[in-house]
């Protein structure tokens, strides 16, 4: 190990021992963990979205800042790890033709680069659970309730409350309707085989199971149209389990929920 007091350690040694810990641990390392601190608590969306779904629904949202959060912190990670490699690269490089002095371990850097990436582990870890709390939250109340069930090769969806049925058939795919604004309790079943019940825009997939129930809450924040497919390769016509989905303002649900009362429809 290389001891700073050890006689044998020479001047230049001991001089680049001390240059390289005092640039790495009080502002690389604490920097670094400050972004990635900051960037998963931060909220704001004038930081880029690196190509993911803004999410329209506040589960979405949550996960889609989650997600900004971890790709600055990966970038912080990556940003300090170059600028150590080049600083080494630079400082230490080849000279002259004489064998540097060779030394053996270095404990306090050793016990850094194990616990920084702890650290940056535990912080990933417990901004991954609240938000997968927020997700996974199921209300004991919901403005409503709908049933989708998946079928080899297709959906339906099941308004319990007006006994209303959209369901795939011949070349029309489902649509699922929804309120801006309020929380739809989702049960997800499967008939026959595993499919993933996946809405891009919602940053949201979840497998449909069958002889299991996913339950699930949307909370959706802007009305438009999404796309919906399977994300489980189900059989032969996988790829034609296509579905949208339809945010609509509340009033609009209802009245669309007036009308579709006890009907089946594709
Ligand atoms: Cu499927």
Redesign the pocket.
């Known amino acids: 190990m290389l001891n700073p007091q050890d006689p044998e350690v020479d001047g230049e040694m001991k001089q680049g021992h001390k240059k390289f810990t005092s640039l790495v641990r009080p502002r690389g390392v604490t920097s670094a963990l400050a972004v990635a601190t900051a960037a998963l608590g931060l909220s704001s969306c004038t930081i880029p979205t690196f190509g993911a779904f803004k999410g329209a629904t506040t589960q979405g949202q949550s996960t889609f800042h989650l997600f900004q959060g971890f790709a600055l912190a990966s970038i912080a990670v990556g940003g300090v790890t170059f600028l150590l490699l080049f600083y080494v690269m630079f400082r230490f490089r080849k000279k002259d033709e004489s064998i540097p002095k060779q030394t053996h371990s270095n404990v306090p850097i050793e016990i850094m680069y194990t616990v920084i990436p702890i650290i940056i582990v535990v912080i990933l870890f417990f901004f991954t659970v609240r938000v997968e709390n927020k997700v996974v939250a199921v209300s004991p109340s919901p403005n409503q309730r709908v049933t989708v069930t ?1 079928f ?2 297709g959906w339906k969806f099941y308004y319990p409350a007006t006994n209303t049925t959209v369901i795939a058939s011949g070349n029309t795919y489902p649509q699922l309707v929804l309120p801006q604004g309020e929380t739809t309790t989702v049960t997800l079943v499967s008939k026959d085989v595993v ?2 019940f996946y809405i891009p825009a919602f940053n949201f997939s979840r497998y449909a199971l069958p002889g299991f129930t996913n339950r699930f809450d949307f909370n959706p924040t802007t009305t438009g149209t999404f796309i919906g497919r ?1 994300s ?1 390769l ?2 032969l016509y ?1 790829s034609e ?1 296509l579905f949208s989905v339809k945010v609509i303002s509340p009033a609009a649900f209802s009245s669309w929920t007036a009308s579709q009362a006890g009907k089946v429809t594709a």
């Open positions: 998946a080899q090769w499919h993933g399977c489980q189900c059989g996988h389990m």
